[in-house]
Each structure stands twice: as C-alpha cells, then as structure tokens.
C-alpha cells in the first residue's frame, strides 16, 4: 500500500496562485494512477484532475481547466497541483488519492471516489474575495 500526505494549503487572496503537494511512501509510486479532488462542508467530494502513472496523460474537471494543472515527479514520489487565477469557489480541503484502475485518462469513472484505493489526509485551501 502507499501513504500520502498532503501539504502546501493555506489562505490566499483572489487571483493568487497556490501549489499544493502529495507525498508518496510505500509501495511503487509508479504503480498508481493519482488524483486531486476537494471538498467543502455538506458537500460531496468532487473530482478535480488525475494524471497517468507516466505524468504524460492527465484530465481536468470542467471548473479548473485552464487554471490547474496535475503533475507529479517519480523520483521524489510527489504528485503536485498548481492553482492560478483562484477564486473564493475553490475554497475546499484538498485531497490526494491514488488508484491502481488503469481506464483511459479521460474516463470519468476517475471522478469517481470509490475507484480510488488510497487517499491522504487533506489540506485547506481558503481564498478570500
């Protein structure tokens, strides 16, 4: 199995960027296939990008595309998201998860949580108006 801890989450303004960062120990980070998603109180836990074991494919929910961007490096073992142009809406605690599932980048069974096997803790990110 893999841990994953999250970091890089704090308080920023609108229009500010914020990079957050994930972790990897255990098990082969190449193994898995890793995701962001976010989450607010009394909502569900929504997909926000995933990206391939290889770093070369990654797919982008409709709401960040063109501001985020997935990537990750294989020999630090870390998956990251960079965040630009950010806006009060994507206030949420972040999550990192990693899937052993090898569908098509584009698939959007990775939307889904339950395809995920591994999940770390989350970090608040918290953008002000």
């Known amino acids: 199995q893999v841990q994953l801890v999250e970091s890089g989450g704090g308080l920023v303004q609108a229009g500010d960027s914020l990079r957050l960062s994930c972790a990897a120990s255990?098990?082969?980070?190449?193994?898995?296939?890793m995701g962001w998603f976010r989450q607010t109180p009394g909502k569900e836990r929504e997909f926000v990008a995933v990206i391939n074991w290889s770093g070369v494919g990654s797919h982008y929910a409709g709401y960040v595309k063109g501001r985020f961007t997935i990537s990750r490096d294989n020999v630090k073992n870390t998956l990251y998201l960079q965040m630009n142009s950010l806006t009060p809406e994507d206030t949420a605690v972040y999550y990192c998860?990693?899937?052993?599932?090898?569908?098509?980048?584009?698939?959007?069974?990775?939307?889904?949580?339950?395809?995920?096997?591994?999940w770390g803790q989350g970090t608040q990110v918290t953008v002000s108006s």
């Open positions: 255990g098990r082969s980070f190449t193994a898995y296939t």
């Open positions: 998860a990693g899937t052993t599932k090898n569908f098509p980048i584009y698939s959007h069974m990775y939307y889904a949580t339950d395809e995920y096997d591994y």
